[in-house]
């Protein structure tokens, strides 16, 4: 798989989101559609998008009973996303259900991948919060051996646990990692970071940036930076 730059369109409107996209006329960018622009606009934004030419990861982290999770993903298939993804938490056979509904009848599918314990959550919180009394590394190892075990595609995780997932589940299980910041930049609410440089290193997949590109002044030439760092 090569890799690449997801630009995470974290916009609220349709008006912004293709304002912005308008901006690139010489490459079409892999975009992360997320819940904020996907509950505004709903289906027809990705289409949208989609017949502009862009590949789109639609991240909206499913957790349901395996049969609602199967039909969801159906659904989201027909959109003809690139990637989806769903919460490793809602068990092996809920992540099995979502690859029987995503694959198409042509026996082609978006890629799957998979959110462990999303980074937002602490070690305190995991233990007083979910009562799992692990190690958060050991449980983010956990599961994505799940997720891998359940067929799917790879993890969402920090540039920084990459390299352990690859150890833990294979080099050619992808690693699609938010949290990337240029050296020097401005890290807002993002804690453990990594530069696309280093991204690269460690063996991250894919990267996704909002900020560092959206609201640069010259996105498009953040974007370039960013390609240039990490997947050339
Ligand atoms: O602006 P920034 O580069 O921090 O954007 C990162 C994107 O990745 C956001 O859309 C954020 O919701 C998403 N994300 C994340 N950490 C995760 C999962 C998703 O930052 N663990």
């Not at 997801?6 to 559609?33: G, H, S």
């Not at 799917?152 to 920090?158: K, N, T």
């Not at 390299?163 to 609410?189: S, Y």
């Not at 690269?200 to 030439?221: H, L, N, Q, Y």
């Amino acid at each position: 798989m090569k890799r690449d730059v997801i630009i995470a369109c974290d916009f609220a409107d349709r008006a912004t989101t293709l304002n912005f996209l308008d901006k690139f006329t010489e490459e079409k960018p892999f975009v992360k559609i997320g819940m904020e622009l996907f509950y505004a606009e709903g289906p027809e934004m990705v289409r949208e998008i989609k017949a502009r030419g862009h590949k789109i990861f639609l991240d909206l982290k499913l957790c349901d009973i395996p049969n609602t999770v199967k039909k969801a993903m159906a659904v989201l298939s027909k959109l003809d996303v690139d990637m989806v993804n769903l919460h490793a938490f809602g068990t092996i056979d809920m992540m099995k259900a979502a690859l029987e509904g995503l694959t198409r009848p042509d026996g082609t599918r978006p890629l799957l991948i998979a959110v462990t314990q999303l980074t937002s959550t602490s070690q305190e919180r995991m233990e007083h919060d979910q009562m799992i009394y692990k190690p958060l590394l050991e449980v983010v190892m956990h599961y994505a051996a799940c997720a891998k075990e359940a067929g799917l595609d790879g993890v969402v995780c920090s540039p920084l646990e990459a390299q352990k997932v690859h150890e833990v589940c294979g080099n050619a299980f992808l690693t699609v990692t938010p949290g990337v910041r240029f050296a020097g930049g401005d890290v807002g609410d993002q804690v453990r970071v990594a530069t696309p440089e280093r991204a690269k290193e460690i063996g991250s997949d894919f990267i996704v940036m909002g900020r560092p590109i959206t609201a640069d002044a010259d996105p498009v030439g953040a974007y370039r930076r960013a390609m240039k760092e990490f997947a050339e």
